[in-house]
């Protein structure tokens, strides 16, 4: 058992050791510190919230992958330092199971932790299983909407919406033409961001060449968890004539931006603001926007309707009207390509108002 890299020292050691050696079987603790004063008691700005604090279970990947786990994390810490409560975020084990997921989710609940947030789809199994053994305790997936419980809220996203946003971008910032989707897994999920890919680079220029490749068949094969995968893509797409790449990878989209940085062409970032990300300051120059999904703003809300009593259950379905979704403008190098920035403004406003409907199936 042993604490994440760079986790924050916790004021409440007793409290971690005891969760820690109930959970080492599947997976590792992230952290329980004390951020702000009277954390340690786990308490809250309300008075009638009686939980620990919010239990965050990572995806693939882990907390750094600067993108979709970073992304929830954030609204972890956002919650915990406005609602002043106490909370654990746990890392994934290598090669774990299903059952292995429900265990930790199960004693998170045991511990006393509401919500009890699954970072990902891989965790719907788990969720289901936990919420019928725990009807007391609120618990949210993020990117699945097969669960259905009273006591259990689906957050979900119009990722191809904010894909589309980064087609339009992309076919206006390239220069020969020729731009390239990196998929981590060949799944449902990222067909969405395919989907929106190219339907957004078609319709500034249904001509432009598109290169498309998924890392693995499925999840546990490393896709969305391999930086060295992603960067052997980008390079394959780069090669083949490429100038503009957008990863839908998570983690292994780290390494389509370090080698599109490398080779100087442009990557768009997915799910967090990936021209912020510290792990990526070195290629930022060349990172030309990113697809947001405000994972983080999802697990606050969630966080926040726990504390204040009224549990948000049932489908939540986010998308570029609620600001949930869009496309970030950090580089100043993209704000000022006034052609693209319009022109991706004007995409969003066409989808906003339901001129143009973004598909989600390639």
Same mark, same amino acid.
């Given at each position: 058992?042993?604490?994440?890299?760079?986790s924050?020292?916790?004021?409440?050691?007793?409290?971690? +050791?005891?969760?820690?050696?109930?959970v080492?079987?599947?997976?590792?603790?992230?952290?329980?510190?004390?951020?702000?004063?009277?954390?340690?008691?786990?308490?809250?700005?309300?008075?009638?919230?009686?939980?620990?604090?919010?239990?965050? +279970?990572?995806?693939?990947?882990?907390?750094?992958?600067?993108?979709?786990?970073?992304?929830?994390?954030?609204?972890? +810490?956002?919650?915990?330092?406005?609602?002043?409560?106490?909370?654990?975020?746990?890392?994934?084990?290598?090669?774990?199971s299903?059952?292995?997921?429900?265990?930790?989710?199960?004693?998170?609940?045991?511990?006393?932790?509401?919500?009890?947030?699954?970072?990902?789809?891989?965790?719907?199994?788990?969720?289901?299983?936990?919420?019928?053994?725990?009807?007391?305790?609120?618990?949210?997936?993020?990117?699945?909407?097969?669960?259905?419980?009273?006591?259990?809220?689906?957050?979900?996203?119009?990722?191809?919406?904010?894909?589309?946003?980064?087609g339009? +971008?992309?076919?206006?910032?390239?220069?020969?033409?020729?731009?390239?989707?990196?998929?981590?897994?060949?799944?449902?999920?990222?067909?969405?961001?395919?989907?929106?890919?190219?339907?957004?680079?078609?319709?500034?220029?249904?001509?432009?060449?598109?290169?498309?490749?998924?890392?693995?068949?499925?999840?546990?094969?490393?896709?969305?968890a391999?930086?060295?995968?992603?960067?052997?893509?980008?390079?394959?797409?780069?090669?083949?004539?490429a100038?503009?790449?957008?990863?839908?990878?998570?983690?292994?989209?780290?390494?389509?931006?370090?080698?599109?940085?490398?080779?100087?062409?442009?990557?768009?970032?997915?799910?967090?603001?990936?021209y912020?990300?510290?792990?990526?300051?070195?290629?930022?120059?060349?990172?030309?926007?990113?697809?947001?999904k405000?994972?983080?703003?999802?697990?606050?809300?969630?966080?926040?309707?726990?504390?204040?009593?009224?549990?948000?259950?049932?489908?939540?379905?986010?998308?570029?009207?609620?600001?949930?979704?869009?496309?970030?403008?950090?580089?100043?190098?993209?704000?000022?390509?006034?052609?693209?920035?319009?022109?991706?403004?004007?995409?969003?406003?066409?989808?906003?108002?339901?001129?143009?409907?973004?598909?989600?199936?390639?």
């Amino acid at each position: 058992m042993r604490l994440r890299r760079g986790s924050r020292i916790s004021q409440l050691a007793v409290a971690v +050791a005891s969760l820690a050696l109930a959970v080492s079987a599947c997976g590792k603790t992230s952290s329980e510190a004390s951020q702000d004063e009277g954390d340690d008691k786990g308490g809250s700005s309300s008075s009638e919230y009686k939980g620990k604090g919010i239990g965050l +279970a990572y995806d693939i990947g882990g907390q750094g992958d600067q993108s979709f786990n970073d992304a929830a994390y954030s609204g972890y +810490a956002k919650a915990r330092k406005d609602f002043k409560i106490g909370g654990v975020d746990m890392e994934p084990g290598d090669g774990e199971s299903s059952a292995d997921k429900t265990q930790r989710l199960e004693q998170l609940a045991r511990q006393g932790y509401n919500p009890v947030i699954g970072v990902g789809f891989v965790y719907a199994p788990a969720v289901k299983e936990a919420a019928k053994k725990f009807p007391k305790v609120t618990f949210g997936i993020i990117d699945d909407n097969t669960v259905k419980a009273d006591n259990v809220a689906d957050l979900v996203f119009h990722e191809e919406q904010g894909s589309y946003l980064a087609g339009v +971008a992309a076919a206006k910032a390239t220069k020969v033409d020729h731009v390239g989707f990196i998929g981590g897994v060949d799944i449902p999920l990222i067909h969405k961001f395919e989907a929106g890919f190219v339907q957004g680079v078609k319709s500034v220029d249904p001509k432009i060449k598109i290169e498309k490749r998924y890392l693995t068949e499925k999840p546990e094969e490393g896709g969305f968890a391999s930086p060295d995968k992603g960067q052997n893509a980008a390079s394959g797409q780069i090669e083949a004539g490429a100038d503009v790449l957008y990863h839908a990878a998570g983690l292994s989209g780290q390494g389509v931006i370090q080698e599109a940085g490398s080779q100087k062409v442009w990557a768009i970032g997915v799910d967090s603001d990936q021209y912020k990300q510290k792990a990526l300051a070195k290629y930022k120059q060349y990172i030309l926007g990113s697809a947001l999904k405000d994972v983080g703003g999802a697990v606050y809300d969630l966080t926040k309707s726990v504390v204040e009593g009224k549990p948000i259950t049932g489908e939540q379905r986010y998308d570029l009207k609620s600001g949930r979704v869009g496309f970030s403008d950090s580089n100043p190098k993209y704000t000022a390509m006034k052609d693209v920035v319009d022109a991706v403004e004007k995409a969003k406003k066409d989808i906003v108002s339901g001129k143009v409907t973004v598909k989600t199936v390639p």
